[in-house]
């Protein structure tokens, strides 16, 4: 016999085992805690995605402001998504561009570079990354992309990092170094260190692209600049965010 049942009696108005207290109470907070880390995960994604719409004059939400953030992707048409890509790998950034096979070339740097060199953004708390000039792995270190300008040159070193969502952001690990990037304020220095030489660039613009934009990857041979990019959303790979810095006099 699998169930019985008892008459309830002025004695005893609850007959049979009753459940505790703290049991019942176990569904709610797994509930809870479910929905507290879904919030945490969606939470910088949908915020980065209204970051310019402000409502009854708030205040600064800690994300891009429209004073100092420029879009360049043609949102129409909504945003590019690729499958199945390696993103820990730089070749995978910008699908389609020439320059992603010279990644596995032995010859894409010249002989007498450095293997690397370092970055720092003092702003966001990053300081002596390595960027790798040889090696396309962005779990190891930063990556610039192949035939761009060396720092200090004329034209652009383009330096790719990875990032995730903003709460797992740490500056010593390479697989969340620039979470925090879209933070980054115009004005803003960026320090790189190539070949015992220190060179100080200003950020003057943010923009976003997509993936198939491959002019964001061209070099203009007019000014001495230098362009950082990893990936938006947070913790998405559907749009590449571009910090531009200009070379000032130290």
């Known amino acids: 016999m699998l169930y019985s049942y008892r008459k309830a009696t002025p004695d005893n108005p609850h007959p049979g085992r009753r459940i505790p207290r703290y049991l019942k109470t176990i569904p709610t907070l797994v509930s809870a805690l479910g929905l507290g880390i879904l919030a945490g995960v969606s939470y910088p ?25 420029q879009s360049k992707a043609n949102d129409s048409s909504g945003p590019v998504l690729i ?23 032995p010859k894409k740097v010249d002989e007498r570079a450095p293997d690397s060199y370092t970055l720092s953004i003092p702003s966001l708390g990053i300081f002596d990354a390595v960027v790798a ?18 720092p200090g040159q004329i034209g652009s070193p383009v330096i790719f990092g990875h990032s995730t969502l903003p709460q797992f952001f740490d500056p010593k690990k390479y697989t969340t170094i620039f979470s925090t990037l879209p933070k980054v304020k115009v004005g803003s220095d960026i320090f790189v260190t190539y070949d015992g030489v220190e060179y100080t660039y200003r950020i003057t613009k943010t923009f976003e692209v997509k993936p198939n934009e491959l002019w964001v990857l061209r070099q203009e041979y007019s000014d001495k600049t230098l362009k950082v990019i990893t990936c938006v ?18």
């Open 133 to 150: 000039l040889r090696d396309e792995d962005l779990t190891k270190q930063l990556v610039q992309y192949p035939q761009t300008a060396l």
């Open 45 to 69: 994604v949908v915020s980065y995605q209204f970051k310019d719409i402000k409502l009854f004059g708030s205040g600064d939400s800690g994300l891009l402001s429209p004073v100092f953030y």
């Open 233 to 250: 959303p947070p913790g998405t790979t559907l749009r590449r965010l571009v910090v531009e810095g200009t070379l000032i006099n130290n």
């Open 83 to 105: 499958n199945g890509l390696d993103y820990t790998k730089a070749s995978s950034w910008f699908p389609g561009s020439i320059q992603n096979e010279l990644f596995t070339s």
